[in-house]
């Protein structure tokens, strides 16, 4: 580690990073660098544009749609789209006088929570949680610049 101006180690540009085009490990040049050489970036942004031609072409041709869902999305989307069906069935027959409420409202109504609890506790919550933590941590990192 070389001593950066007031700061005794360097602050960001010091450990190894995995060049995002070839996936060799290199020291970033530069805050901000994702490649080991200008070739390897030339090259990553390169075919880019050619993927995004190449879905242009496909949604032209009526093969594809301009905003596809990421997986993510989807997932949450099923998630949300099941717990959401659940909900309006049980806040319908919450608004019910108690002697017409099916007699295994509670039962279900308790099912729900626990589904509802375990979904945001999951894996991909988790995963989708650290990167907007570290994606805030950058934002707030860029503001006080
Ligand atoms: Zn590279």
Redesign the pocket.
Known sequence: MKAVGKYNVCPYVCSMMN??????E?IPKRMGGL???V??GNSYRQQLKRDEQKQARLVEQGFAIKNPLTEDEQFFWHILSRLGDTAIRLDEEAKLPGDKRPADFGKRLGDFIRETRTEAAGLRMQEIGARLKAQQKKEEGNKSK
Do not use: G, I, R
Request: charged share 15%.
């Open positions: 060049c995002q085009k070839c996936q060799k290199y490649f080991c050489s070739s390897c």
